[in-house]
């Protein structure tokens, strides 16, 4: 009997150790109400920056997928803007050749095949010029508008009779704009104020 009631002994002790009520359980517990405060301080920081770096990324994609589209439909716009440079030399010949064909077909002149000829290529330049404009390519008549270094280039200054300075009184050749882009310059003469 003896035994038995030193194994109720010792079990009551050693649940005793372990019980909640044990004041020295909690001086056992590795963080206190500091120390958890501190932490959960550090873990909400860390949760504000590593939702600021996430917003940052969201943007800096969303820039991107925007410049990359950007670019793209640049592409699609302009791709065939070295192609416009080579055929607006075609149109220049062209322009001059029909011009010529008028000179050459005035109505002094009884030859029915001239006129035939200049007919077909005013036909010709006017269905180019349809094309060009149906995939953005037009041509600037600056005649009579300001100088624009973007769009002009000077070659000559004119006297300025009944124009105002600074005005493009003459076009040597035809500039070219592709969606609003300026692919060929004008070439143009300027008045100036007549210096006598």
Do not use: W
Not at 71 to 87: H, M, N, P
Not at 114 to 140: C, D, N, R, T, W
């Amino acid at each position: 009997s003896p035994c038995v009631f030193s194994t109720a002994a010792q079990q009551r002790s050693t649940g005793d150790e372990c019980g909640p009520e044990d004041p020295r359980d909690e001086s056992k517990h590795p963080l206190s109400d500091p120390a958890l405060e501190h932490k959960a301080i550090k873990l909400e920081e860390q949760v504000r920056d590593l939702t600021e770096r996430y917003r940052k990324a969201l943007a800096d994609s969303e820039n991107v997928r925007r410049r990359t589209q950007k670019f793209v439909e640049d592409a699609k716009l302009f791709g065939i803007q070295s192609f416009c440079r080579d055929l607006v030399e075609v149109a220049d010949i062209l322009e001059k050749t029909t011009e010529s064909a008028a000179e050459e077909a005035e109505p002094s002149n009884p030859n029915p095949t001239l006129k035939k000829i200049y007919e077909g290529l005013s036909l010709i330049e006017a269905k180019l010029q349809s094309v060009f404009a149906k995939h953005g390519l037009q041509k600037m008549n600056p005649v009579g508008g300001k100088y624009d270094p973007y769009d002009h280039e000077i070659i000559c200054h004119v006297p300025a009779e009944g124009m105002q300075p600074g005005t493009i009184a003459l076009v040597t050749q035809d500039g070219y704009k592709l969606h609003g882009r300026t692919i060929r310059h004008a070439l143009v003469g300027v008045a100036v104020e007549s210096q006598e």
